[in-house]
Nanobody
Framework: QVQLVESGGGLVQAGGSLRLSCAAS????????MGWFRQAPGKEREFVAV????????SYADSVKGRFTISRDNDKNTVYLQMNSLKPEDTAVYYC???WGIGTRSYQYDCWGQGTQVTVSA
């Protein structure tokens, strides 16, 4: 399996930006499609974005489309989530995850990071 560690979370005002990073170690990073999910208090974990192994395919949840951008650097074994125009409803713990396939459902992912908190104040 691959080990994942997220970073870059924090407190930001509405309209601001943050960039999350997820560093991978262990198995070959480029073998995995990578996703970002988030979970707000009292809510289920939800899909945010996914990127294919070679970055040729990306997909986003409707709620973040046009504001968030997922990218990856296979030489650095890292996937990123650039978040712009943040809203209070984006407040959640953000998780990166790895999958041999590609998908938008959490059960499709094999490995998960510990999460990083993002808080957006109004």
């Amino acid at each position: 399996q691959v080990q994942l560690v997220e970073s870059g979370g924090g407190l930001v005002q509405a309209g601001g930006s943050l960039r999350l990073s997820c560093a991978a170690s262990g198995r070959t990073f480029s073998n995995y499609a990578m996703g970002w999910f988030r979970q707000a208090p009292g809510k289920e974990r939800e899909f945010v974005a996914v990127i294919s192994r070679s970055a040729e395919i990306t997909s986003y949840a409707d709620s973040v489309k046009g504001r968030f951008t997922i990218s990856r650097d296979n030489d650095k074994n890292t996937v990123y989530l650039q978040m712009n125009s943040l809203k209070p409803e984006d407040t959640a713990v953000y998780y990166c995850a790895a999958t041999w396939g590609i998908g938008t459902r959490s059960y499709q992912y094999d490995c998960w990071g510990q999460g990083t908190q993002v808080t957006v104040s109004a």
